[in-house]
């Protein structure tokens, strides 16, 4: 990743967003997926700071991790925020790369012009009928009618978060069965490894066990399953973990509480699709 200098003053705001019930995030290669930031948002960012004179032009996500970019219109000037993912920090500055062709203060990554407004994602389903099993780590019963799959990452915290839940759900429901599909991302260094040794043992303690920060070995072998997997996340357009795949192929990416989960099992039912 290009390194990004950032010039400018922070002004600490205080605009909370509530987020979905029973939720709790994910860890996505794409940041669009999982943070947001609506027009109607940015307009009260304005407010608080008393902006009177300027309107909200456009918002896309800034060439810097965690930061949306506000384009603004004061009176035919245009203007720029950069508004951190938290909604409650702004910077007001220019975006420099360093590694430009001529590495100067002139040397600017975004355009002043206005960007379009991000659309919210629609929801999504995929052919769960088509996703394999066989290769998957089991957690449940594999004689359970509803089947739930699973993309987790080994040194995702939200996964280990969620992995903690899926055992509560079984606990509570015998009927339920989740298959687990190991998808590394690259933002996490060792989970290549770790996915190849877990794979090699087809060990769901390993996998328990890492997510307990506990150590498992090196892996002794190279298990084909880790890269059909990445292919697979691609074909199917899962760039984050933990992503889970309902019976009816109804895609959630992010962690959800127990009862979230039972909740949204029992809205998704199978369709003849897992």
């Known amino acids: 990743m290009k390194n990004i200098f950032i010039a400018g003053v922070v002004v600490a705001l205080f605009l909370m967003s509530s987020p979905r019930a029973y939720s709790f995030g994910g860890c996505e290669e794409d940041c669009a997926k999982c943070h947001s930031l609506e027009q109607r948002e940015a307009e009260e960012i304005l407010s608080k700071m008393k902006a009177t004179d300027a309107k909200v032009a456009g918002i896309k996500m800034s060439p810097v991790r965690g930061l949306w970019e506000v384009s603004l219109d004061r009176r035919g000037r245009q203007d720029t925020l950069y508004v951190g993912f938290s909604k409650k920090q702004v910077v007001r500055g220019t975006i420099i790369d360093i ?7 002139a040397t600017v990554v975004q355009e002043k012009k206005p960007a379009d407004i991000r659309p919210q994602a629609p929801e999504r389903y995929v052919e769960a009928g088509k996703i394999p099993l066989e290769d998957a780590l089991v957690l449940g019963d594999i004689h359970a009618a509803k089947k739930i799959v699973v ?14 839940e899926l055992r509560k759900v079984i606990e509570e429901d015998k009927d339920i069965v989740f298959y687990l599909k190991l998808l590394p991302l690259k933002i996490h260094p060792d989970s290549l490894w770790k996915s190849q040794s877990i794979l090699c043992n087809r060990s769901l303690t390993m996998l328990e066990d890492n997510f307990n920060k506990r150590p498992i070995p090196k892996p002794s072998c190279q298990s084909p399953v880790v890269e059909e997997n990445v292919r697979l996340a691609a074909e199917l357009g899962i760039t984050g973990t933990p992503t889970l795949i309902m019976p009816d192929g109804f895609v959630l990416f992010g962690g959800r509480n127990a009862r979230g989960i039972r909740n949204l099992i029992d809205s998704h039912p199978r369709k003849g699709a897992l």
């Open 99 to 105: 590694e430009a062709p001529g590495n100067s203060l």
């Open 151 to 164: 993309f987790t990452d080994p040194d995702c915290p939200y996964c280990s978060k969620l992995h903690a």
